[in-house]
């Protein structure tokens, strides 16, 4: 009996990504995580409605194999929702130690608390309503697209400038490459305008993080009712990660403007605090606050969020993010969508 609390420990303090040597010039990284979920959630209105949840916010493997440390191929995949989904797939090359190069499907330059904030190093237990919001009206919830990034990191400085599609889709007719010259449909697909670049960076002293983004897409995607957009923002985070100091601040603000499709411009915004606190030795309460204008004429979407995780990996002496509890308590309200509340128990192991 006492073999199961020993072999916890174990996992809960050991390194997080398992490393195989395939050959003398290849090795497989793998890594990965789950997040169990318990879930209430209220829509308020003529008739209160509720509904209930039991199963897995997500259930991630990535697998990175290596050659000679100059470069290598990455490959994700969820389970989350009972089947297989591709996540992540690109090619890496190290161009200097600084310096990397990608080509494929991954998270291009966008606000940091989006995508950018891996899923497990997320501070409550959903990333903020804004990024969400943000992604939704623009490279889609996965966040990710197809295309070429070059990445500079040195020193707490990350600069970070991408050439992608802009279609936030790996489908084939859409986003991926054109067919070759002897089919009968070159273009097979929608025609677009235009590509899209994005741009961000970030400067990290002590815990100090400061960092913008930008981008312009001229694809006219189809989530965006077939316009253009260019978009931008800024965060400062005294903090970045949970768990990391005994108190943390974070605040983000973003923007999008779409192009004029006959009835004007629309233009979206959002901005974003959080405030961490910690408790019990190895856990955090948190509460965020938060607005979203769809459109800045219009009354925006108020967001609550207030709870509290505790990690036993980090009361073993093992990172916060390894194995983590969290409870959290979200309210929606104000705007054109109506009151919400939505009560979350989750648990998450990375590894």
Known sequence: MRLLPLALSLLLAAPAIAQFTISDDLRLDVAGGVQPRLSLGVEEGATDEARYGVGLRRARIQARVLYRGLGGIEYDVEGGSGT????????????????????????????????????????????????????????????????????????????????????????????????????????NGPETEGVAFAAAGSVEVASVEVGAFGGVNGSEPARTGGRSYVTGGAHLYWGALPGSQPVRLKLDALAIRYDDDGTGAQEAAGVSALGAVRVLGAGEAFARAERFWADVEADGDDYLTAGLSYSPSAARGGPYERARVSLAYQYRGGGALGDAHLVILQGQLAF
């Open 84 to 187: 297989i989904q591709s996540v992540d797939l690109f090619a890496f090359a190290d161009l200097t130690d600084r310096v990397q190069a990608r080509v494929g499907y991954f998270p291009v330059a966008q606000p940091r608390g989006a995508i950018l904030t891996p899923y497990f190093l997320i501070d409550a237990v959903d990333r903020a309503a804004i990024a969400e919001r943000w992604l939704g009206g623009t490279l889609g919830g996965d966040g990710r697209d197809l295309g070429v990034d070059v990445t500079y990191a040195a020193n707490g400085t990350r600069l970070t400038a991408a050439l992608h599609n802009g279609a936030g889709t790996f489908a084939r007719d859409v986003g991926n490459y054109r067919e070759g010259i002897s089919s009968p449909d070159v273009v």
